[in-house]
């Protein structure tokens, strides 16, 4: 839905998160509204800028929690990373709030909220191999699509980079590689201090450039 005020949330009402760019060029961003900011809603969400300018609201603002419900009205615990597939769905990392978050969070184009990894929010790095719902996650962070529709996920309470190798059939393959690259794939690379948030270029997985903190 659009925003309700004529000129959208006012900036002292928004604290921007995470930003990626859609397949038609509008940027999709996290927002932390104190008041609504003249969306629906309030708190944690997911706003678009439309390429007129208008903000329409895409998921957050409430207290629903699970799987297969409306965008409107979720609720997004400590969202951090986000990304956009190719076909609109929106991704998004949650850090750890108490027994909540740890996941990574599907948006729906059609408006629905499931999850993608961690549906237990388990504090963990195990699960390589299994469905990506059950890999455990520690302080999920930065996103990042690489163009095979590979999903690379920053882990920087682990110390991991993981990877979703189909978002289709949402597993998480074993194969645990440190460095990244060698023209090898990625499941997991392990021991990279702080993961903060990752950048895939042209060669997919193999070309893979994680942000992190040196020891």
Not at 4 to 13: F, H, I, L, V, W
Not at 25 to 38: C, K, N, P, T, Y
Not at 96 to 112: C, Y
Not at 122 to 130: K, L, V, Y
Request: net charge negative.
């Amino acid at each position: 839905s659009a925003c309700t005020s004529a000129s959208g949330p006012r900036a002292s009402d928004i604290s921007i998160g995470g930003i990626a760019v859609d397949a038609q060029g509008r940027i999709v961003f996290e927002a932390s509204m104190s008041d609504g900011g003249g969306c629906a809603g309030s708190g944690e969400s997911v706003l678009r800028l439309e390429a007129d300018g208008t903000l329409t609201f895409v998921a957050g603002g409430g207290s629903g929690d699970g799987e297969n419900i409306q965008a409107h009205g979720a609720r997004l615990v400590a969202p951090t990373g986000l990304a956009v597939d190719a076909g609109g769905n929106v991704y998004v990392s949650e850090r750890p709030s108490g027994a909540l978050g740890r996941r990574v969070r599907k948006l729906s184009s059609i408006g629905l909220v499931t999850t993608l990894m961690n549906a237990s929010s388990t504090n963990g790095s195990g699960g390589d191999g299994g469905p990506a719902t059950a890999a455990q996650l520690v302080v999920p962070a930065g996103l990042a699509f690489a163009p095979n529709g590979d999903l690379i996920v920053a882990d920087g309470g682990a110390d991991d980079v993981r990877l979703v190798r189909s978002v289709a059939d949402a597993t998480v393959p074993t194969f645990d590689v440190s460095p990244i690259g060698g023209g090898q794939t990625v499941a997991t690379a392990r021991g990279l201090s702080l993961s903060i948030g990752v950048q895939v270029t042209s060669g997919g997985a193999d070309d893979l450039h994680p942000s992190w903190s040196p020891d």
